[in-house]
């Protein structure tokens, strides 16, 4: 299931803070202590899934089902990938929030394989990461990265492989090209920077 939180509860614990510091408008000795305003909990609010059990069954989000899913990206028109490591898929949340389809990969079917859509084969696939143009896959079972173009879906392999192994230093002691890398469990993903292009980093 996915759930989000807000962020109230945040705002309210500094208003706390600045009340037992004697911060606020009041002043003088006479004043009367400044009570901060009741706390209240954080709402959490299920955005597809169901706690009735796991599967793979694509529909609306409220019979929709997933098994372990292990991370979450967002993009420009507000779509969800979720990456869905126990079915091996990575699944899709539409922007309007009412539906649940398979983006990438065929549900209980491991592998490797490169291809479009369903075609390609992911196996237990962790850490998710987006741009404006693809979304970046820690294959954490084929101890891969992947790439999933967003616009066709189709999914290449960007680095590393099934074999366990790590990448052999060049003689100028620099990495090697990223076919040759190799990797023991991938888990996450992030940016090294802001800019268009920045080298992605990589949780081994």
Do not use: W
């Not at 759930?3 to 004043?31: P, Q």
């Not at 202590?33 to 909990?41: E, H, I, K, L, S």
Request: with cysteine.
């Amino acid at each position: 299931m996915f759930r989000s939180m807000t962020c109230a509860a945040a705002h309210l614990a500094a208003a706390a803070v600045l009340a037992a510091c004697g911060g606020g408008s009041s002043s003088g000795e006479g004043d009367a202590p400044v009570t901060p305003p009741p706390q209240q909990a954080p709402q959490l609010t299920l955005l597809a899934g169901n706690a009735g059990g796991r599967g793979n069954l694509d529909g609306s989000v409220d019979v929709a089902r997933f098994d372990s899913p292990a991370s979450v990206a967002i993009d420009l028109s507000g779509n969800r990938y979720v990456s869905d490591r126990e079915n091996h898929v990575i699944r899709k949340i539409g922007a309007d929030g009412q539906t649940v389809s398979t983006f990438a990969g065929r549900p209980g079917e491991a592998g490797d394989a490169d291809g479009i859509g369903a075609e390609a084969r992911f196996r237990g696939p962790e850490g998710i990461l987006i741009d404006k143009q693809f979304l970046y896959v820690a294959d954490a079972g084929n101890r891969m990265v992947r790439r999933i173009d967003l616009q066709t879906g189709g999914v290449v392999t960007l680095a590393g492989s099934p074999q366990p192994g790590a990448v052999v230093p060049a003689v100028d002691g620099s990495a090697g090209r990223s076919g040759t890398a190799r990797f023991s469990r991938p888990t996450a993903l992030a940016f090294a920077g802001t800019s268009v292009g920045s080298p992605l980093l990589i949780a081994d």
